[in-house]
């Protein structure tokens, strides 16, 4: 069988202060929605715009790393891959979420406007998780 490919990459703005828990076994694992619009110009000339909105995953060192530096309305660049669980209620009901794992972020917002005019590091970083394979089983 041949290998697939499950690679989301999106620029967005937070819609909330991320969320941050441990698990059982003292792992981080941070949570937020991420809000990514897209523009266009009709048949009739009219501007349009649509925001999607994304529930993000984000696991150790990582998710910690977010839970200090990131707040409602940070804009980050991330790539990760989709991933669909499901639970039941306690009524019987099956529910599905579709998430997107972060395993690498770049936080676009700088720590100090001064910093970004005067050349000096603009806050501007990249993190990457290596811990991929880890969350399997995690619950989230």
């Not at 703005?13 to 991420?34: I, Q």
């Not at 897209?38 to 999607?52: A, C, D, I, K, L």
Request: overall charge negative.
């Amino acid at each position: 069988m041949g290998r697939g490919l499950n690679k989301v990459m999106l620029i967005g703005y937070l819609g909330s202060d991320p969320e941050m828990r441990f698990t059982a076994s003292g792992r981080a694992v941070a949570t937020f929605n991420l809000a990514v619009s897209r523009g266009w110009t009709n048949n009739e000339g009219e501007r349009q715009e649509e925001t999607e909105w994304f529930h993000i995953v984000v696991w150790g060192r990582l998710a910690e790393l977010c839970k200090k530096r990131l707040h409602k309305g940070s804009r980050v660049y991330l790539e990760g891959r989709l991933q669909t669980r499901s639970w039941e209620t306690p009524e019987g009901n099956r529910h599905y979420r579709t998430e997107v794992v972060a395993q690498e972020l770049v936080f676009l917002d700088s720590y100090h406007h001064e910093s970004r005019l005067s050349g000096e590091e603009t806050g501007e970083k990249t993190y990457t998780s290596y811990e991929g394979a880890e969350e399997e089983g995690e619950e989230s």
